[in-house]
Structure formats: structure tokens, C-alpha cells
């Protein structure tokens, strides 16, 4: 039991909260989440309708999101959101995270990658910055190439803003490769981790909000 209260106390949440009037990507329906039924004003139970998109804060992209014909939400294996995960720390990099920034950081059988940046700070404003820190295709290619199966970022994005081709997410999306963006990484430390990350399992879905936490390694 013990054991299990210790596993619990080091979890760490990864996930943004979903509210009303959160930062959105530009183009994407916002949040709104209102009273459908409230005990206060006489009925039975308090229920709320949930109005937002398949990629609001913390989500997954699945390859369908920009390959017709690939996988959608609830297609993807489960054990490939569950798993041996590592945390790096890119918080020095300015505008784009290159090859030459992953190279050096002994990624070979890595399977589940989330990049800590700069982001992480942005992650708490209350609206939308588009000078966030991205993903380059260059970068993009070399992970895939490594045989990574999940890419997490700490933004509503992995690419560039406003890019026209979209090259990191066909390169990555293409190859099966699963996105997490919106993660919060503030509380989590370089190194290896438990990651447990569970979308919302919609039929057909592109895409899908999901829970996401860490489990650091000693605690299993």
C-alpha cells in the first residue's frame, strides 16, 4: 500500500486545464464550457455542455490529422501512449529546435520523446504567442529516422506558425508517428519516466484532448 501512496505522491500532470476562453491555435474553435443543468436553479444535477475542438490544450495528433487513410484516435495501439518516455531540456533554444540540438543527446531507442523548451512558460498566458518555440523538418526527420513513435512539445503546436507545407507534421504524421502538444512540462526534470497518456477515444477522430502524466523511472 505504501508503495502505491509513494507512486502516487511522484506522479506529475502534464495536462493543461480545459476552460472557458483558453489560448487556442488561431483557426481552431475555442473552449466553452457552460451550464446545461444546475442545482441551483432547481434541477436535479449540475451538468455542463462542452463546446471545443479535437485539438484543445493538451492532445494528441494522430496521423489521420494531416494523412487521409491513416490512423485516427481510436486506432492507436494503446502501447504506444503508455510507456518508457524521456524528458529533454531544449529551454535555451530560441525559435526552432534543429538536428544539430538533438544529436548530441543520446536519443538511440528512444521510443517516446517530449521536448521541454521555453514553452512551458507560455503554457500559462491567457491568450494565444506565436513566437513559440518549434520543431524543424531537418529535426523532424532525424527523430523518425531514430525510430521515436511519440513526439511531445509544450505548445498547442510542433510546427512553426503560419507555415505553409506543414513538413514536420506530414514527416512525422506520415511515418505513424504520434504528436502530443500541449503538454506542461514545468514540473518535469530531465530524464526517464512512465508516461501515461490517454486521448479521448473518438470515432474516426484527427485528433483528441488527452490526460497525460509522468511517472518517474525509480517509481517503477
Known sequence: MRNEEEKAATMIDITVPIYTGMPFYPGDPGADIRPHLMIAAGDIANISELSLGSHTGTHIDAPAHFENGKATVDELPLDLLVGRARVIDLTGVESSISRDHLEDLKLAGVERLLIKSSNSALMSLPRFDPDYVSLSAKAADFLVRLGVRLVGIDYLSIEQFKSESYPVHHTLLGAGVVVLEGIDLTAAAPGD???????????????APARAILIPSQSF
Open 193 to 207: 519516466y512512465e508516461l501515461i497518456c490517454l486521448p479521448l477515444k473518438l470515432r474516426g477522430g484527427d485528433g
